[in-house]
Structure formats: structure tokens, C-alpha cells
């Protein structure tokens, strides 16, 4: 049973598109993180939340701490977002999901 | 799927010894490993990238001597905190990268010292 589910696992978006990836978790909490992993393996950490939402340029994230659920969307997506993106939660020790991988076409 | 076995999960130790963290690769091998560095509140911080068999790349503003890593074979990289300071109080974590499986993490690491 993995604490953090992420779905979908792959993705492939037209530029342009709107996307969302979820994230649901089984654990308590004190924060959740988005990551984003380039090719090269770089982790740039998009998001730290512990409750409501957080917008930063086209990326929001979103969590709802009694459904133990939370989302990134991309708005007006563009290749350069290709990446892997991670949800973690920090539970005192971390859970990753397995990320996901999305494609985005120009 | 792939795992990486990061130990310890949690270390106490007194300032001025040296630590060090093991990441495995439990069923596969990993060519690069990267190691991370979270200081409390705030996001994940690569520190170094390294490769099996040469020498780590470090990030800038990050001590080469003072964090130690070695990647001798495929499936083991350690990264030894030296002469520890309670500055480097942090959670580290480990993460493998393999032209099949993409990229796993370790659970981390988080060193206290006093």
C-alpha cells in the first residue's frame, strides 16, 4: 500500500492545455510539496502547503487537507513544463508518490 | 518497481563526529544518485550528483570536504556529514536515477546534531 498516490501516472498535453495531476495521501500531514524533476534529475521544489491554495505564475496547487487530497494544474501548459512532477508529504519522515511524467507538445 | 533503502531514517549524533547515510538500490542499479538537503520549513535543496565510479558534482555553496560522497558501485552511495556542526541539522534523502526505472527516493534521513 504506498501512503501517496499520484495519478496520472504519464501525460501528454498539447501547449496551450490546462492540466491537472492529483494527489491523494493515507498519512497525516504537517505540509505537502509539489517537485519538479527535469531530465538532467534536478529537483526545483514548486510548492509547500499546509492548507488552502497557492498560486505561483501558471502553477496552482491546491489541498484539501479532510479529503487528503491535493492538485497542481498547469495553466496555458508549454513544452518547457515537461518533467516529472512529484508529490511528497511530510509526515515527519517523507512520502514521495511515484511522480508523473508529463509530455507537452508544441 | 524500483527501491531505494536509505538508512539510517533518523540520527543523533554530537557535534564534531562524522555520519554517515547509505542509500541502496535494492533491484536495480543506479548509475547517478542524487543527494538532497531540506533545512526545516523550507523546500528540498540538491546538494550533489554523483555517477558510479567518479567524482561527485557539488552544487555551489556546498562543501565538498565537509560532505563527503562516494558512489563505488551500482547499487551503494554514501554521503558522510563530517566533523558535524548543529548548522547541519537537516533532512537528507537520496535519490536514484536509472535509464529504465526514472527516478525513486529514499525516505530520507534526518540528522540532529547536539
Known amino acids: ?106 | 518497481g524500483a527501491v531505494v533503502s536509505q538508512h539510517p531514517s533518523w540520527v543523533i549524533c554530537k557535534s564534531g563526529t562524522s555520519v554517515k547515510i547509505e542509500c541502496r538500490s535494492l533491484d536495480f542499479q543506479a548509475t547517478t544518485m542524487f543527494w538532497y538537503r531540506q533545512f526545516p520549513k523550507q523546500s528540498l535543496m540538491l546538494m550533489a550528483t554523483s555517477n558510479e565510479g567518479s567524482k561527485a558534482t557539488y552544487e555551489q555553496g556546498v562543501e565538498k570536504d565537509k560532505f563527503l560522497i562516494n558512489h563505488a558501485s551500482l547499487t551503494l552511495s554514501t554521503l558522510t556529514v563530517t566533523s558535524a556542526h548543529p548548522e547541519d541539522s537537516s533532512f537528507y534523502i537520496c535519490s536514484a536515477a536509472t535509464p529504465n526505472y526514472g527516478y525513486t527516493f529514499g525516505s530520507g534521513t534526518r540528522l540532529t546534531v547536539v
Open chain 1, 1 to 106: 500500500k504506498n501512503e501517496v498516490e499520484q495519478s496520472p501516472q504519464n501525460l501528454t498535453a498539447q501547449e496551450g492545455e490546462f492540466i491537472t495531476i492529483n494527489c491523494s495521501y493515507s498519512v497525516g500531514i504537517s505540509a505537502l510539496h509539489w517537485l519538479q524533476q527535469h531530465p538532467g534529475g534536478g529537483i526545483v521544489s514548486l510548492f509547500m502547503l499546509s492548507s488552502g491554495k497557492k498560486k505561483h505564475g501558471r502553477l496552482i496547487a491546491t489541498i484539501n487537507i479532510q479529503e487528503k487530497h491535493s492538485s497542481l494544474h498547469i495553466t496555458a501548459s508549454h513544452p518547457r513544463d515537461s518533467a516529472v512532477y512529484i508529490c511528497a508529504v511530510d509526515e515527519g519522515q517523507f512520502y514521495f508518490g511515484t511522480g508523473t511524467s508529463l509530455t507537452v507538445i508544441p
